[in-house]
Every structure is written in structure tokens, then in C-alpha cells.
């Protein structure tokens, strides 16, 4: 079994991914919504947002994989629901 000081650096880890990641996600949106606004009251026409849409979306779905698929501190009530995660796993 890991040590608790291993297996709290790793849970401490996984924290600061998913706060990363809600981070990015919100800029994602705005930004997003900010050039689809500007290409909607310009002429329309081609939808050029789309290549920002999937090229940023697509490094945005490897940061979720990362921050929820595997393993910022927050609070030690949720860093001791992650070393129990760990233990359990």
C-alpha cells in the first residue's frame, strides 16, 4: 500500500486538474459565444467559429480525460475524499 504522503500528493494532484480544467471550460464558453456573436452580426455566411469550436474543443476534452479520467488544492475535506478514493481503488 502507498504511503499516505504519496497517496496525498496525488490527491492534491487530481484537485488541481479539475480546477484547471473548469477553468479552461469556462473560457471555452465565453470566448466561444464572444466569435460566434461576431460572425453572427457580421454577413453569416461561412460558419468560421467552427474551426476555433473544434480545434479548442478537442485539447478541452483531453484536459477533462485528464483531470477526471485519472487522477489546485481546494479544501482538506475534499483532499481527504480523494486519498479515500485512492485507498478504495
Not at 52 to 63: E, K, N, P, T, Y
Not at 65 to 73: D, N
Given at each position: 500500500m502507498e504511503g499516505s504522503d504519496q497517496?496525498?500528493?496525488?490527491?492534491?494532484k487530481r484537485l488541481k486538474r479539475k480546477r484547471q480544467f473548469k477553468q479552461q471550460l469556462v473560457s471555452y464558453?465565453?470566448?466561444n459565444a464572444?466569435?460566434?456573436?461576431?460572425?453572427a452580426i457580421g454577413d453569416g455566411g461561412f460558419f468560421w467559429p467552427?474551426?476555433?469550436?473544434?480545434?479548442w474543443g478537442l485539447g478541452l476534452?483531453?484536459?477533462?480525460?485528464?483531470a477526471y479520467g485519472s487522477s489546485k488544492?481546494?479544501?482538506?475535506e475534499q483532499i481527504q475524499h480523494e486519498m479515500d478514493d485512492l485507498r478504495k481503488g
Amino acid at each position: 500500500m502507498e504511503g499516505s504522503d504519496q497517496i496525498r500528493r496525488e490527491a492534491v494532484k487530481r484537485l488541481k486538474r479539475k480546477r484547471q480544467f473548469k477553468q479552461q471550460l469556462v473560457s471555452y464558453v465565453l470566448v466561444n459565444a464572444f466569435l460566434i456573436a461576431i460572425w453572427a452580426i457580421g454577413d453569416g455566411g461561412f460558419f468560421w467559429p467552427g474551426f476555433v469550436l473544434a480545434g479548442w474543443g478537442l485539447g478541452l476534452a483531453f484536459s477533462a480525460q485528464r483531470a477526471y479520467g485519472s487522477s489546485k488544492v481546494v479544501t482538506e475535506e475534499q483532499i481527504q475524499h480523494e486519498m479515500d478514493d485512492l485507498r478504495k481503488g
